[in-house]
């Protein structure tokens, strides 16, 4: 647990670092860039093609009869953009992982080593192609657990934690690999990933109910649609700083846990190597 919060006030306090919010920028002007201009693009398209197909659907056509008894047939103007919310989430969520892992983990692990462990020996246990890999292996698996899961959403406690368990898990994967990639042997990598499972499941966990916050900036986006183009920046300019975050909070984790695991007898480092 000491290791655990540890960590977590290292990364809190690195991102106030010049050098972390310059870092920042890059992939938040990416990522506003892109799903700004997608937005702009084929947001009414979106929402016309959704909203036909679900008046189109007799299940929902009865629920518009509903609605209007009861005097909420508002309702009608807001289920369509927020349908495209909760199908684009995801996907905003995954992009900005994969900017963040690519962009800036490379910069992070390099920055805090530097400063916290300037004597750890690098023994670069992965490559890029492996991490992109590793990475797309991962997305795949949690997208493929995302679908397999949709019908338990709609029970309200599995509805909070299933996606926060997918998140989580994601995070830890992805992050993990590539805070270790250059410091870390193969070897080293499976037995801290093996050691601290758990704390790094809880540390994705966490991280990713972090990022769920901006799905609040997309839901207000869908009712007040003339604020949506400036909504959109915010939300993923909120998804960049919680995936810095998590990178600042992996490394600072990881390179100490890492750093721990080289002092440990040779005895123990010989089975780590077998």
Request: charged fraction near 10%; hydrophobic fraction near 60%; glycine fraction near 6%.
């Amino acid at each position: 647990m000491k290791l655990f919060m540890d960590s977590f006030w290292r990364a809190l306090a690195y991102c106030l670092h010049p050098k972390v919010i310059m870092l920042s920028l890059l992939p938040l002007i990416l990522m506003a860039v892109i799903v700004t201009g997608l937005g702009a693009i084929y947001w009414d398209l979106a929402v016309d093609t959704v909203r036909t197909g679900m008046e189109g659907s007799p299940v929902i056509g009865w629920a518009w009869t509903w609605l209007g008894r009861v005097g909420l047939m508002n309702l009608k103007t807001v289920l369509a953009p927020l349908v495209i919310i909760l199908a684009v989430t995801p996907v905003v969520m995954i992009m900005s992982l994969l900017a963040v892992s690519f962009m800036m983990t490379p910069a992070l692990v390099s920055l805090v080593g530097a400063r916290r462990f300037p004597n750890l020996e690098r023994k670069r246990g992965g490559s890029l192609w492996q991490s992109v890999l590793w990475t797309l292996m991962s997305v795949i698996l949690a997208l493929g657990a995302l679908i397999l899961t949709l019908p338990l959403w709609w029970v309200p406690p599995l509805a909070i934690l299933l996606p926060a368990l997918i998140w989580g898990w994601l995070t830890y994967r992805v992050m993990t690999y590539d805070v270790l990639a250059e410091h870390a042997s193969s070897q080293e990598r499976v037995e801290l990933m093996k050691r601290y499972r758990f704390q790094l499941l809880g540390m994705g966990v966490l991280t990713g109910a972090m990022g769920a916050a901006p799905s609040l900036v997309w839901a207000s986006g869908a009712l007040f649609a003339a604020a949506f183009v400036i909504l959109i920046p915010i939300a993923v300019w909120i998804y960049t700083l919680v995936f810095i975050f998590s990178a600042l909070w992996f490394v600072h984790f990881l390179l100490l846990a890492l750093s721990s695991l080289r002092e440990e007898p040779m005895t123990i480092l010989n089975e780590v190597s077998l």
